[in-house]
C-alpha cells in the first residue's frame, strides 16, 4: 500500500542518477509540498516555522542523513547507490567538464590519477559519509541508518527496478524518466591501469561494502514483490527501455 503520511527525504548522493529522481519527484509533488534543500544556506530550512515543515511532503537535495532531527512528522529517507569505481570517474569527467562546478577550478588542475589520491571527500567513501551523517565515514552507522530509516535505496544499475519500489511505496503515478545529467567523453573503467582502479577500490573500501550490503537489500525487496506487483515491474522496466 502507498505511504502518503511520510515525509519523504530524498539524500542526492552526487553522480548517483539523483537528478533524474529529482525530475521525477518534481513531477508528483506540488510547488507547496516540496522543498529543495538549500545546501549552501542550511539555517534556512532548519529555521522554517513547524506549519511550513509539517506541510512538506518530500524534501531533496544534496543533504546528509540527519536532517529529520528539524521535522514534527514521520519521514523516510531514500537515496540512490552507485559502483564506488563508477562514480568516482564519472564526478572527475562531470567536474572537468562543468566550469560553474564548486571543485572545478581545482580539478581541472589535475589529471585523473591526481584526483584519484587527492583529499577531496568526493574521492573516498563519500557515499557512507552522507549516509552515516558523520565527517569521518561510518560503515556500521550507515548500516544502521539504512536500517532504520530508509524505506527505498536504490542502486543506479537497477534504476527501473528502484524506481519502481519507490513509486509503489510512495503512490507516485504515471512515471516516465529520461536520464539527465550523463556525464559525456568519459573514459571507462578498461581505459585505466589496474593500478588506478586498486587505488580507488582501496580509497572507497567502506562505500563498496555499503553498496554490495544496499543492492543485496533492494534484490530480497524485488524478491519479496507479489506475482502482480512482479508483473508491474517487468512491464515498468519494459516501458522505461522503450521510451
Known amino acids: 500500500m502507498p505511504s502518503n503520511l511520510e515525509?519523504?527525504?530524498?539524500l542526492h548522493i552526487p553522480k548517483t542518477g539523483g537528478l533524474t529522481l529529482r525530475g521525477i519527484i518534481e513531477d508528483q509533488y506540488s510547488k507547496d509540498e516540496r522543498?529543495?534543500?538549500?545546501?549552501?544556506?542550511?539555517?534556512?530550512?532548519?529555521s522554517l516555522p513547524k506549519r511550513k515543515l509539517t506541510s512538506l511532503r518530500c524534501v531533496y537535495g544534496h543533504f546528509g542523513y540527519g536532517i529529520h532531527s528539524t521535522l514534527h512528522q514521520p519521514f523516510t529517507y531514500i537515496t540512490m547507490l552507485r559502483n564506488p569505481v563508477e562514480r568516482v570517474i564519472s564526478t572527475y569527467y562531470f567536474v572537468l567538464q562543468n566550469?560553474?562546478?564548486?571543485?572545478?577550478?581545482?580539478?581541472?588542475q589535475m589529471s585523473f590519477e591526481q584526483f584519484?589520491?587527492?583529499?577531496?571527500?568526493?574521492?573516498?567513501?563519500?557515499?557512507?559519509?552522507?549516509?552515516?551523517?558523520?565527517?569521518?565515514?561510518?560503515?556500521?552507522?550507515?548500516?544502521?541508518?539504512?536500517n532504520q530509516h530508509f524505506s527505498i535505496v536504490g542502486i543506479t544499475d537497477m534504476y527501473a527496478q528502484s524506481i519502481f519500489l519507490m513509486s509503489q511505496r510512495f503512490g507516485w503515478k504515471n512515471v516516465q524518466y529520461t536520464k539527465k545529467n550523463?556525464?559525456?567523453?568519459?573514459?571507462?573503467?578498461?581505459?585505466f591501469s589496474q593500478e588506478t582502479i586498486a587505488t580507488i577500490r582501496k580509497r572507497n573500501e567502506l562505500d563498496l561494502a555499503l553498496y554490495d550490503y544496499a543492492k543485496d537489500r533492494l534484490q530480497r525487496q524485488l524478491h519479496s514483490l507479489d506475482s502482480v506487483s512482479k508483473k508491474e515491474l517487468e512491464r515498468f522496466t519494459l516501458q522505461q527501455h522503450i521510451t
Not at 515525509?7 to 530524498?10: D, Q, Y
Not at 529543495?36 to 539555517?43: E, F, G, T
Open 35 to 46: 522543498l529543495k534543500y538549500p545546501r549552501l544556506q542550511p539555517a534556512r530550512f532548519h
Open 182 to 191: 550523463k556525464t559525456k567523453h568519459r573514459l571507462k573503467q578498461e581505459d
Open 7 to 10: 515525509t519523504v527525504l530524498f
Open 99 to 108: 566550469p560553474q562546478n564548486r571543485l572545478h577550478h581545482q580539478v581541472k
Open 116 to 146: 584519484v589520491a587527492s583529499d577531496l571527500p568526493v574521492v573516498s567513501n563519500h557515499q557512507t559519509r552522507l549516509i552515516s551523517g558523520k565527517p569521518i565515514p561510518h560503515l556500521a552507522l550507515a548500516k544502521k541508518h539504512l
